[in-house]
Protein backbone atom coordinates (compact mmCIF):
# COMPACT_ATOMS: atom_id res chain seq x y z
CA UNK A 1 0.00 0.00 0.00
CA UNK A 2 1.09 3.40 -1.06
CA UNK A 3 0.99 6.37 1.78
CA UNK A 4 0.42 9.83 0.29
CA UNK A 5 -0.01 12.75 2.98
CA UNK A 6 -1.44 16.02 2.24
CA UNK A 7 -0.77 18.70 4.80
CA UNK A 8 -0.71 22.38 5.08
CA UNK A 9 -0.13 25.62 5.91
CA UNK A 10 -3.84 26.33 7.60
CA UNK A 11 -7.17 25.38 7.80
CA UNK A 12 -8.93 26.22 4.83
CA UNK A 13 -5.38 26.33 2.52
CA UNK A 14 -6.91 23.71 0.56
CA UNK A 15 -5.94 20.16 1.61
CA UNK A 16 -9.11 18.72 1.57
CA UNK A 17 -9.36 19.56 -2.06
CA UNK A 18 -6.62 17.73 -2.85
CA UNK A 19 -7.25 14.80 -0.98
CA UNK A 20 -10.53 14.63 -2.92
CA UNK A 21 -8.72 15.23 -6.56
CA UNK A 22 -6.12 12.32 -5.77
CA UNK A 23 -9.07 9.55 -4.13
CA UNK A 24 -11.08 10.68 -7.18
CA UNK A 25 -8.61 9.77 -9.73
CA UNK A 26 -6.61 6.25 -7.85
CA UNK A 27 -8.59 3.57 -7.77
CA UNK A 28 -8.70 1.73 -4.38
CA UNK A 29 -8.03 4.88 -2.43
CA UNK A 30 -8.73 5.26 1.31
CA UNK A 31 -8.80 8.87 2.75
CA UNK A 32 -8.19 9.59 6.47
CA UNK A 33 -8.36 12.88 7.73
CA UNK A 34 -6.17 13.17 11.22
CA UNK A 35 -7.79 16.18 13.67
CA UNK A 36 -10.92 17.93 14.78
CA UNK A 37 -13.84 18.87 13.19
CA UNK A 38 -17.01 16.55 12.62
CA UNK A 39 -17.23 13.87 10.34
CA UNK A 40 -18.60 14.54 6.95
CA UNK A 41 -20.05 11.57 5.39
CA UNK A 42 -20.17 13.28 1.84
CA UNK A 43 -16.54 13.80 1.45
CA UNK A 44 -15.80 10.36 1.92
CA UNK A 45 -13.11 10.80 4.47
CA UNK A 46 -13.00 8.73 7.46
CA UNK A 47 -12.03 11.33 10.65
CA UNK A 48 -10.15 10.28 13.24
CA UNK A 49 -9.13 11.90 16.44
CA UNK A 50 -5.73 13.79 16.60
CA UNK A 51 -4.41 11.51 19.15
CA UNK A 52 -4.95 8.22 16.76
CA UNK A 53 -2.09 5.82 16.90
CA UNK A 54 -1.15 3.94 13.24
CA UNK A 55 -2.59 0.71 14.95
CA UNK A 56 -5.68 2.76 14.90
CA UNK A 57 -5.68 3.56 11.94
CA UNK A 58 -4.54 0.47 10.12
CA UNK A 59 -8.13 -1.20 11.75
CA UNK A 60 -9.99 1.25 9.49
CA UNK A 61 -8.34 0.41 6.46
CA UNK A 62 -10.12 -1.99 3.96
CA UNK A 63 -7.91 -4.63 2.67
CA UNK A 64 -8.81 -3.86 -0.81
CA UNK A 65 -6.29 -0.56 -0.64
CA UNK A 66 -4.12 0.43 -2.87
CA UNK A 67 -3.57 3.98 -1.81
CA UNK A 68 -3.72 5.58 1.59
CA UNK A 69 -4.51 8.78 1.29
CA UNK A 70 -3.99 11.26 4.90
CA UNK A 71 -4.65 14.59 5.71
CA UNK A 72 -2.73 15.50 8.62
CA UNK A 73 0.47 17.51 10.08
CA UNK A 74 1.68 14.93 11.77
CA UNK A 75 4.05 13.03 9.79
CA UNK A 76 5.30 11.52 12.82
CA UNK A 77 2.75 8.34 13.09
CA UNK A 78 4.35 7.11 9.60
CA UNK A 79 7.29 4.59 9.43
CA UNK A 80 7.03 5.21 5.48
CA UNK A 81 5.45 8.11 3.28
CA UNK A 82 5.88 7.64 -0.45
CA UNK A 83 4.46 11.18 -1.49
CA UNK A 84 4.10 14.08 1.31
CA UNK A 85 2.62 17.22 -0.24
CA UNK A 86 2.12 20.32 1.58
CA UNK A 87 -0.24 23.16 0.78
CA UNK A 88 1.26 26.41 1.15
CA UNK A 89 -0.79 29.57 2.41
CA UNK A 90 -0.83 32.51 4.20
CA UNK A 91 2.01 33.09 6.28
CA UNK A 92 0.37 35.23 9.18
CA UNK A 93 -2.25 31.96 9.42
CA UNK A 94 0.59 29.18 9.78
CA UNK A 95 -0.48 26.24 12.44
CA UNK A 96 2.78 26.49 15.15
CA UNK A 97 4.00 22.94 13.53
CA UNK A 98 3.55 24.36 9.63
CA UNK A 99 7.10 25.84 8.93
CA UNK A 100 8.18 21.91 10.26
CA UNK A 101 5.68 20.23 8.13
CA UNK A 102 6.85 21.98 5.14
CA UNK A 103 10.51 21.51 5.31
CA UNK A 104 9.86 18.05 5.49
CA UNK A 105 7.70 17.33 2.71
CA UNK A 106 8.76 15.77 -0.78
CA UNK A 107 6.50 18.55 -2.76
CA UNK A 108 5.15 22.29 -2.11
CA UNK A 109 2.32 24.10 -3.71
CA UNK A 110 3.76 27.05 -5.57
CA UNK A 111 7.11 25.79 -5.95
CA UNK A 112 8.77 23.70 -8.76
CA UNK A 113 10.61 20.33 -9.16
CA UNK A 114 12.38 18.96 -12.14
CA UNK A 115 10.76 17.04 -14.40
CA UNK A 116 13.05 14.09 -13.78
CA UNK A 117 11.66 14.05 -10.43
CA UNK A 118 7.99 14.10 -10.61
CA UNK A 119 8.47 11.27 -13.24
CA UNK A 120 10.16 9.24 -10.49
CA UNK A 121 7.53 9.98 -7.92
CA UNK A 122 4.73 9.29 -10.44
CA UNK A 123 6.54 5.70 -11.39
CA UNK A 124 7.34 4.69 -7.59
CA UNK A 125 3.68 5.27 -6.55
CA UNK A 126 2.83 4.02 -9.69
CA UNK A 127 0.21 6.83 -11.01
CA UNK A 128 0.04 7.64 -14.40
CA UNK A 129 1.95 10.64 -15.14
CA UNK A 130 -0.39 12.28 -17.03
CA UNK A 131 -2.38 12.60 -13.61
CA UNK A 132 0.37 13.23 -11.52
CA UNK A 133 1.33 16.18 -13.84
CA UNK A 134 -2.61 17.13 -13.44
CA UNK A 135 -2.03 17.33 -9.64
CA UNK A 136 1.13 19.22 -9.87
CA UNK A 137 -1.04 21.81 -11.59
CA UNK A 138 -3.66 21.77 -9.08
CA UNK A 139 -0.88 22.61 -6.78
CA UNK A 140 0.70 25.26 -8.51
CA UNK A 141 3.68 23.66 -8.77
CA UNK A 142 5.97 24.05 -11.75
CA UNK A 143 7.78 21.38 -13.98
CA UNK A 144 11.46 22.48 -15.15
CA UNK A 145 13.40 20.59 -17.16
CA UNK A 146 10.81 19.02 -19.33
CA UNK A 147 11.35 15.94 -20.55
CA UNK A 148 9.50 14.69 -24.03
CA UNK A 149 6.38 16.85 -22.44
CA UNK A 150 5.24 14.65 -20.28
CA UNK A 151 3.95 17.10 -17.40
CA UNK A 152 2.47 19.74 -20.58
CA UNK A 153 0.31 22.10 -18.78
Known amino acids: MKVIMVSGAHSGCGKTRIVNIISENLQK ?3 VKIGDGMQNDAKKILLMNK ?3 YEDIEKKIPPETKYLIVESNNRDLFDRIDLHIFVDGEIEK ?3 NAFHTK ?3 DIVSGSSVDC ?3 LEKSRSLEINPGF ?3 LLNELNIKVKKCQLGLFDK
Open 132 to 134: FGK
Open 29 to 31: SFC
Open 116 to 118: CYA
Open 94 to 96: YKQ
Open 51 to 53: NVS
Open 103 to 105: SKA
